[in-house]
Structures are given as C-alpha cells and as structure tokens.
C-alpha cells in the first residue's frame, strides 16, 4: 500500500542550511522510489486557515518510506531541516483505490 511522508512546516528560516537541505534531500529519496507529489504550491482556502507549508512524499510502500527515513543519507542532512524549520512530519498510509468513505466505519468502535 502507498505510504506517504507528510511534513507540515509552520515556519522555515531559508538559509545556506535549507538550500543544502533541498540540494541533497532528491538523492536520498531515489533509492526508495519516493517522490514529491506535493511540496509548498499556493493554497486555495475553502474552509479555516492553514499557516506555512505543505510537503508530501509518496513511497511505494510503509517499508521504503521507513527505510528512507532512517538511511545514512537522510540523517545525515535532517539536521539541515531540523535546525532550521518548525512543524511536523509523520508517516501515513494510503488507501486502495477501491476505497470508500464508509469504509472506515468498519474500524469505528
């Protein structure tokens, strides 16, 4: 199943740090097929506010996207990011394309 990195940055100092960061981040995602399929762009509100960026990295799967987080190459430019950009970053699976919103209800409690 598709996993995707999502980070939300509510606040980035651009600097010689991030512009490393962003130099080096491609590199560290091919060898686990991931991809941006989302990083910044303008935002179109319909409904509350949503302060800074929006970053989503697809991954074949929940491995590759782990894995990608904890290789050498990834850890050994986070700090660029880290020290330099507030916000959050997790990991979340995707659903199947057959999926249908009723289909979280068989999970509800």
């Known amino acids: 199943m598709t996993c995707y990195a999502i980070g939300h940055l509510r606040t980035v100092e651009m600097g010689p740090e991030i512009v490393a960061y962003l130099k080096g981040i491609d590199a560290t995602l091919a060898p686990f097929d991931g991809r941006f399929i989302i990083h910044g762009g303008g935002k179109h509100h319909f409904e509350g506010t949503f302060a800074g960026d929006l970053i989503i ?53």
């Open 57 to 109: 990295i697809e991954f074949p799967d929940l491995r590759q996207a782990q894995g990608w987080y904890a290789s050498p190459a990834y850890r050994a430019i986070l700090p660029l990011r880290t020290e330099n950009a507030e916000g959050e970053v997790f990991l979340i699976e995707g659903v199947g394309t057959d999926h249908k919103a009723t289909d979280i209800l068989s999970s509800a409690p």
